[in-house]
């Protein structure tokens, strides 16, 4: 599963740390100055501290935007459909507010542009910052000068490109999208100005997160931008030093298996294989084999609601949307026959792949982030730290509970349209939680909007159920099945999940909740 439309993704931060030394970076900077608010990644944390020096927090916040709200926004948005939440920080100094910041993906080229947005109290522009550029070409956006040509700017600036902002000859198409996206944003945040006051504070990922209180003696938190969302740790220990060698090494191993599997960077071992001409043999990683068979294994299992080789199919939508051009039945046909398992060849001894049809593409986005938590779990099992939950965009892991006999309390989202509360509470111990949603995260295509979630069966959007959410052991399975029950909906075979010691609950359209193989928790009462 691979994202179609991009979202704005929550910026989040944790704890700080204590004292740092003399002649801190950014980073270190703002774990001093910013009690309990600490952000793992070194950009993002520049970035907020070269525009509110003085904070000394920075607050989550997350807006549901109403119907009417979005109707309004409806035609007016060049990169994105209306959003159903709007997610940033408001930087604040004894309780002061001192602006907003934002965090958003925007389509380069072919890849996404990752880039913060910067708003004063007015929601003006402060300013623009490039966190990570992943192509080859058109880079020329991440200068200073360039950048700050969108300071002052609000949403009664037209912003356009060629007269507001000057374009970069040879960067055009990453110039238009860094353009569109900021004006996208201040709209957004316009239209929202009024309504902060009805911010469901629970609502922090795409589908589930933790929504216990940070109470708990020894809580550690870390987090990082990471697989284009954000991997929060929370651990309980008194030993701070063991967990940052933990969460270094855990953050460490996620990066490098995004460097192999990412489909958005050109130099990943999936994407050379994607690239390959026909017949060539491609080198593959241990790692990536062991995954590769597992999805394989997965997707047989559950009659091929989750399929690794729809990476065609998955491109043939994500530039229908860019081109606001459906796909005709024969392209959708077309993508699918290059979508067939056989579309590969597979030496698992030899440690190799090759691709036998032109446009056969791997997309491992639906178990990707699931084997990198499982990943992530053992550097924390081999540190003999088992009192976690983390959650990876909206994806959690649990070990052991923050204390002898409790779970990690959590929620399920719920997605339906000008939803305020949570679906579903639980306890979460010693399993993962997965829940695939399309209300946040889906395409439009002349204002009819598509799940990001593609049927392998039919190449076309899946269209089974609000949301679905497994509860498995591991975070792998939870991951690749929790979007093979959202596909197949009411078809879905609990037998696949029984084997597995799996569960899932289920929130069809019509309202009704099913839950299967004892879905444990309860409903949130209306």
Partial sequence: MVLLGFCIALLCVGTASGTQAAAPSPKQSLERRVPGAVGDSPEVCAALARAFPD??????????????????????????????????????????????????????????????????????????????????????????????????????????????????????????????????????????????????????????TSAGPLAHEGLQVREQLLMGTLLELRVVTQDRARFDAAADAGFARVAELESLWSTWREDSEISRLNAASVGQWCSLSSAT????????????????????????????????????????????????????????????????????????????????????????????????????????????????GPQDGAGWPVQIRDPRPGATQALWELELRNASLATSADDQRGGAIDGLRFSHIIDPRTGRPAQGSWSCSVLARSATEADALSTACFVLGATADSETLTKRNASRLVLEFDGRILRHNGFPGLAVTP
Avoid at 302 to 325: H, I, Y
Avoid at 326 to 342: D, H, R
Avoid at 361 to 387: N, S
Avoid at 390 to 400: V, Y
């Fill in 55 to 208: 904070a000394d927090e920075f607050v989550p916040r997350v807006i549901a935007l109403s119907e009417a709200q979005r109707a309004e926004l409806k035609g007016a948005l060049r990169s994105r459909a209306a959003p159903r939440l709007w997610s940033y920080r408001e930087a604040r100094r004894a309780g002061v507010l001192l602006g907003r910041a934002v965090v958003d993906d925007v389509i380069g080229k072919s890849l996404p542009i990752t880039y913060m947005l910067l708003l004063s109290p007015e929601n003006r522009v402060r300013a623009v910052e490039v966190l990570t550029y992943r192509e080859s070409h058109g880079g020329e956006v991440r200068r200073d000068r360039w950048r700050a040509q969108f300071a002052g700017a609000d949403a009664s600036t037209a912003l356009k490109l060629g007269s507001d902002i000057r374009s970069i000859a040879g960067a055009t198409m990453s110039c238009r999208a860094l353009t569109d996206g900021v004006r996208d944003l201040l709209l957004i945040a316009d239209a929202l100005h009024h309504s902060e006051s009805a911010t469901p504070a629970w609502t922090a990922g795409p589908a589930a």
């Fill in 289 to 400: 084999l062991e995954l590769v068979a597992r999805a394989k294994e997965l997707g047989g299992a559950s009659a091929n609601g989750f399929a690794m080789e729809s990476g065609a199919a998955v491109e043939l939508w994500r530039r229908a949307e860019q081109l606001q051009r459906a796909p005709s039945n024969a392209e959708i046909a077309a993508a699918l026959e290059a979508s067939q398992a056989g579309a590969f060849q597979w030496d698992f001894e030899g440690g190799r792949a090759r691709r036998l049809h032109g446009s056969a593409r791997i997309d491992l986005g639906a178990i990707g982030k699931g084997a990198a938590l499982d990943a992530l779990a053992r550097e924390f099992e081999a540190r003999e730290l088992r009192r976690a939950l983390f959650n990876f965009g909206g994806q959690l892991l649990a070990m052991e």
